[in-house]
């Protein structure tokens, strides 16, 4: 907005169809290689070197990230409030993977600052996918993510809860 001179009204009357953009064109550069086993093995041959041998069968790390928007004005948005989020300020939800070697492998904004990383994360394409088809991964291979991911789906690795375990 600010880079190219557009005014906070028109990014907002705008911003569906950005992100819509956004994703079409982050779907076509940024890919996971889901159903290809070979592709898989190398992707979690990097993580498996990079991590001192361990998370062995790990393909992808995926985590939310909050992107910084200017509070949306009453014209501009029928509900501001949806994209303030927990740590006071205004943003929208990027839910994110990268492989070891910090290359975006799933990438997708669809959600208001305010949404929780387990919300925003089942209506990815990527976890349309993962629910979808049982073949998306081979049966070794897994993602990690923190607790927020916990009950996503069994193909997520993500830290037990609790103290002293």
Same mark, same amino acid.
């Not at 990014?11 to 079409?24: E, G, P, V």
């Not at 979690?44 to 998370?55: M, T, V």
């Not at 975006?104 to 919300?119: E, L, M, Q, W």
């Not at 690795?157 to 002293?164: A, E, I, Q």
């Given at each position: 907005?600010?880079?190219?001179?557009?005014?906070? %009204?028109?990014?907002?009357?705008?911003?569906?169809?950005? @992100?819509?953009?956004?994703?079409?064109?982050?779907?076509?550069? @940024?890919?996971?290689?889901?159903?290809?086993?070979?592709?898989?093995?190398?992707?979690?041959?990097?993580?498996?070197?990079?991590? #001192?041998?361990?998370?062995?069968?790990?393909?992808?790390?995926?985590? #939310?990230?909050?992107?910084? @928007?200017?509070?949306?004005?009453?014209?501009?948005?029928?509900?501001?409030?949806?994209?303030?989020?927990?740590?006071?300020?205004?943003?929208?939800?990027?839910?994110?993977?990268?492989?070891?070697?910090?290359?975006?492998?799933?990438? %997708?904004?669809?959600?208001?600052?305010?949404?929780?990383?387990?919300?925003?994360?089942?209506?990815?394409?990527?976890?349309? @996918?993962?629910? %979808?088809?049982?073949?998306?991964?081979?049966?070794?291979?897994?993602?990690?993510?923190?607790?927020?991911?916990? %009950?996503?789906?069994?193909?997520?690795?993500?830290?037990?809860?609790?103290?002293?375990?």
């Amino acid at each position: 907005m600010d880079m190219h001179g557009v005014a906070k %009204s028109t990014m907002f009357q705008y911003k569906d169809d950005t @992100i819509r953009a956004l994703n079409n064109v982050l779907g076509a550069t @940024i890919s996971f290689p889901w159903g290809d086993e070979d592709a898989c093995v190398k992707l979690a041959d990097g993580f498996y070197a990079a991590n #001192g041998q361990s998370l062995h069968g790990c393909v992808l790390a995926i985590d #939310g990230l909050l992107v910084k @928007i200017a509070c949306p004005d009453a014209y501009d948005e029928t509900d501001s409030q949806k994209y303030y989020t927990r740590k006071h300020f205004y943003a929208f939800n990027v839910q994110a993977g990268c492989d070891a070697d910090l290359r975006f492998r799933i990438a %997708s904004v669809k959600c208001a600052g305010s949404t929780h990383d387990s919300t925003a994360w089942a209506v990815t394409d990527a976890a349309r @996918i993962m629910r %979808s088809d049982p073949n998306a991964l081979p049966d070794w291979a897994y993602f990690v993510g923190d607790d927020a991911y916990k %009950s996503q789906h069994d193909k997520i690795l993500c830290p037990w809860p609790g103290r002293r375990l």
